[in-house]
């Protein structure tokens, strides 16, 4: 049986000492961008299917992908897909074991965050 005499202790004293790590946090945002590239995806669906269906269906999806939404929507999705690359490039390197020690995982984090924003805005530039 638990037991139910515990006193004041807190139930969980490691998060009022934890520090978030970057490896940990570009970890958690490699799966936060697999998921956000979706809607990019399904926008871009809903886009062919209007293009396939008619003018007039077009016309309106076309307006909303050219708005300062979509554009903002696709923008993101055009950041998390490089992220997203550049992050499983990162785990295939440990994968094959290197650069598992922690200054030079930090240093690849930090390489992923700066790569994907450079490739983002070299592919905005360029397209």
Known sequence: MADVNRGDRPLSPHLTIYRPQLTSMTSILTRI???ALLLGALLMVCWFLAAATGPEYFE???GIVTSFVGDVIMFGSLWALWY???AGVRHLIWDNAMMLELDRAETL????IAGSVVLTILT???I
């Open 33 to 35: 961008t697999g998921n």
């Open 60 to 62: 309106t999806v076309d």
């Open 84 to 86: 997203h690359l550049l």
């Open 109 to 112: 984090g930090w390489a992923v």
């Open 124 to 126: 905005v530039i360029i």
